[in-house]
């Protein structure tokens, strides 16, 4: 069982710095792997130790965010695959093309798993338009992933629904987290994996670069926080009075 | 490239959402808002102008099946724009139709606006910090963020059939279910009461979902009790990967208010919260904070919801 992951280093939203302007200051911001990629790195790890293979992760990104290849390889997989990217010239559909040309590459795959969305700007889009390039059937929000016999049987997580179906090898998934619980690497094999291989492969090599990206980001701006933020002081039953006066004269309490 | 604007969901309801998005967005290019359905025909169907039926594929068919149906007529038609409700299915039809069309893509996207040579937006990204004006060169696939239009309540003006005969599918649905504890509906729920870590049992919740039963409200949660813990099925998770909720009252209780949590609640009415840590992030997505431990406060509350009737 050959399974290709796909991960994105991401800005770490949570050390995102708002400038004075209110903008975000994305030059330089704390990166991270994707949250709910390692998801998918644990699925693909628990799907191989259930078979047998080789767990190879792929990312677009630039150099200095090795870091992420560097984490989904002491988790557990075997090998790296690092698209050179221009940051500035990336948009989904051409990571997407790049990551479906290395996977081609470097094939034949059996299963190509991502994780739902990037914890980031949660997209979503990379997974499914991989899918489509490659031609594998795609089950997306997957919550529980069985292997059996040519294919697997997936377990899709929708709104208000599950469905269950089935897709032959190869085939490609998104994962959402409640699928499992990742792994915390340990130091020995956080040092291990600065031995494991990772090729770098630039992008111009897998595809040329074609016209420019018809996706912009026009401006970006902090979310205006309109709350009230008022802190209501007391013993616990004069706050919980104070609190039910307040909700009442806003008239959100239903009688 | 014609000037046609196309709307689709899966879902009814919010199929009537994307149809004002492209009435919208058509009045702006002068074009023509017109909603697709696949597969049969629906009854109720709303639209601002016309509807398409694309026939061929079955009703309810996966997502990979709809895109490959509505590329075959996209190819045709060649609409300016085709508009997608962001539902898990749609936003997996929008991706995959804008790799087959080889067109860009927007997510989850509001406040739609267009020139003619370009469509535009706003989305929400880094888990709601940040809000980002998006743009998409002409023919664009976009995905429409449920809830942020209002839904069109006319009925179709006249209605066309296109057949895109079979469509072969690698991908069998062996079932379909509603998920267990269908019984909460976050989204309707003006009320929600949510629990995160510091509830210290799974038996504690009993007390919070007494007080949700009390106050007339649904119950939520944060992430960890359901994903991690387990404590309550996924369908209680409010955040950035679970539902999105707006509620006129969003009562966090021991909830540390982490980004991917305020992703999912962010747009309600009035926000209050109980949490032990004064500096919990939470606080500052309030409107009324009480530092305090929720397991003296939760009995205060109920005492003092009996007292005032």
């Known amino acids: 069982m050959k399974i290709a992951v796909c991960v994105k280093h991401a800005v770490d939203e949570t050390e995102l710095k708002i400038d004075s302007e209110g903008k975000p200051q994305l030059s330089g911001a704390a990166g991270k792997m994707s949250a709910f990629d390692k998801n998918a790195v644990e699925e693909a790890l628990r799907l191989k130790s259930a078979s047998s293979g080789e767990v190879v992760v792929f990312m677009a990104g630039t150099s200095d965010s090795k870091k992420t290849l560097k984490e989904a390889l002491a988790m557990g997989a075997d090998r790296g695959v690092l698209i050179a990217v221009d940051p500035l010239a990336a948009d989904t559909l051409r990571t997407a093309e790049l990551l479906a040309a ?20 949660y997209s979503g889009q990379v997974p499914p338009m991989v899918a489509e390039l490659l031609g594998f059937p795609y089950a997306g929000y997957a919550r529980k992933i069985e292997l059996e016999g040519q294919g697997a049987t997936i377990e899709r997580s929708l709104e208000d629904s599950v469905e269950v179906v ?8 998104s994962v959402v987290s409640e699928i499992n619980e ?9 040092m291990q994996a600065g031995k494991k291989p990772v090729d770098e492969v630039k992008e111009g090599d897998l595809i040329p670069r074609g016209q420019r990206s ?22 616990p039953d004069e706050a919980a009075a104070k609190l039910l006066d307040a909700l009442k004269k806003e008239g959100v309490l239903s009688n | 490239l014609s000037s046609v604007v196309w709307a689709y969901s899966e879902n009814e309801a919010v199929s009537d959402e994307v149809a004002s998005a492209a009435a919208e967005v058509a009045k702006a290019i002068s074009g023509e808002p017109v909603v697709l359905e696949v597969g049969a025909e629906r009854g109720g169907t709303k639209a601002p102008g016309k509807k398409l039926v694309v026939k061929g594929p079955p ?28 539902t898990r299915n749609g936003r997996e039809v929008a991706s995959s139709l804008a790799a087959k069309l080889k067109v860009g893509c927007l997510s989850e996207v509001a406040k739609l606006a267009s020139d003619g040579k370009t469509v535009t937006g706003e989305r929400v990204v880094y888990a709601g910090k940040v809000v980002a004006k998006v743009s998409a060169g002409l023919p664009a696939v976009v995905t429409v963020k449920i809830g942020s239009y209002p839904r069109t309540t006319s009925p179709p003006v006249g ?29 309707s729920a003006k009320i929600i009461v949510s629990a995160g870590r510091g509830v210290r049992k799974k038996e504690d919740l009993g007390m919070i979902e007494d007080l949700a039963k009390a106050m007339h409200g649904a119950l939520g949660c944060s992430r960890p009790l359901s994903s991690d813990l387990g404590w309550l099925p996924e369908e209680h998770h409010i955040g950035l990967t679970g539902v999105t909720v707006k509620p006129d009252l969003y009562l966090a209780l021991g909830i540390s208010g982490q980004l991917q949590h305020t992703a999912g609640m962010k747009d309600s009415k009035v926000v209050a919260a109980v949490n032990t840590d004064k500096d919990a992030p939470i606080f500052q997505a309030s409107d009324y904070g009480i530092v305090g431990d929720l397991y003296q406060l939760v009995p205060a509350i109920r005492k003092a919801l009996a007292s005032q009737g």
Do not use: N
């Open chain 2, 59 to 86: 009703q309810d068919s996966p997502p990979g099946v709809v895109s490959e149906a509505l590329g075959r007529v996209a190819k045709e038609i060649r609409p300016a724009v085709v508009l997608i409700g962001a």
């Open chain 1, 182 to 190: 990742p792994r915390y690497p340990t130091l020995i094999q956080i």
């Open chain 2, 159 to 187: 209605s066309e059939v296109k057949d895109v005969g079979e469509v072969d599918s690698k991908l069998k649905v062996l079932k379909r279910e509603k998920k267990e504890a269908g019984s909460v509906d976050l989204k």
């Open chain 1, 102 to 121: 290395a996977i081609k590459k470097g094939g034949p795959f059996d299963a190509v798993l991502c994780s739902e969305g990037s914890s980031d700007t």
């Open chain 1, 166 to 173: 089935e897709v032959p090898f190869p085939f490609a998934a």
């Open chain 1, 214 to 235: 018809q996706l912009a980001v026009l401006s970006m701006s902090a979310q205006p926080s309109t709350r009230k933020h008022v802190i209501i002081e007391g013993s």
